[in-house]
């Protein structure tokens, strides 16, 4: 699909409150494969989103990452603490770790970035 088709079916199906029928079309499908298969399409979508809400995306190592830690925030944006989907922290002091999911709030801390393999800044 190519990324004009793809912003055509955006605009539609990121849409609330969408009938059933729509999210069972093939055409759902395929912006849904569009969204996880091809890069152009992710990243449009993906830096748009992070734009309407205003987070500060272009100060990560790369949109997966900006992304991951954008849902690990609360609409405050305080961290979402015992929340499974969660798979990445990020602290004000510039750490990085990933939340072992055992009740408590323990984690790995990491130096690089786990999508695209930058080393992360402090
Ligand atoms: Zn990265």
């Given at each position: 699909?190519?990324?004009?088709?793809f912003?055509?079916?955006?605009a539609?199906?990121?849409?609330k409150?969408l009938?059933?029928e729509?999210?069972?079309?093939?055409?759902?499908?395929?912006?849904?494969?569009?969204?996880?298969?091809?890069e152009?399409?992710?990243n449009?979508?993906?830096?748009e989103?992070l734009?309407?809400?205003?987070?500060?995306?272009?100060?990560?190592?790369?949109?997966?990452?900006a992304?991951?830690?954008?849902?690990?925030?609360?609409d405050?944006?305080e961290i979402?603490?015992?929340?499974?989907d969660?798979?990445?922290?990020?602290?004000?002091?510039?750490?990085?770790g990933i939340?072992i999911?055992?009740g408590?709030?323990s984690?790995?801390l990491?130096?690089?970035c786990?999508?695209?393999?930058e080393?992360?800044?402090?």
């Amino acid at each position: 699909m190519d990324l004009e088709r793809f912003k055509e079916l955006h605009a539609y199906f990121s849409q609330k409150d969408l009938p059933r029928e729509a999210l069972e079309s093939a055409e759902y499908n395929a912006y849904s494969d569009a969204m996880h298969e091809n890069e152009d399409c992710y990243n449009w979508a993906t830096t748009e989103k992070l734009k309407k809400k205003g987070f500060d995306y272009q100060n990560y190592c790369c949109l997966m990452m900006a992304d991951n830690v954008d849902s690990s925030l609360d609409d405050n944006g305080e961290i979402r603490y015992g929340a499974v989907d969660v798979i990445i922290n990020k602290w004000d002091e510039g750490l990085f770790g990933i939340p072992i999911h055992d009740g408590g709030t323990s984690m790995v801390l990491i130096n690089y970035c786990p999508w695209c393999g930058e080393k992360l800044k402090k």
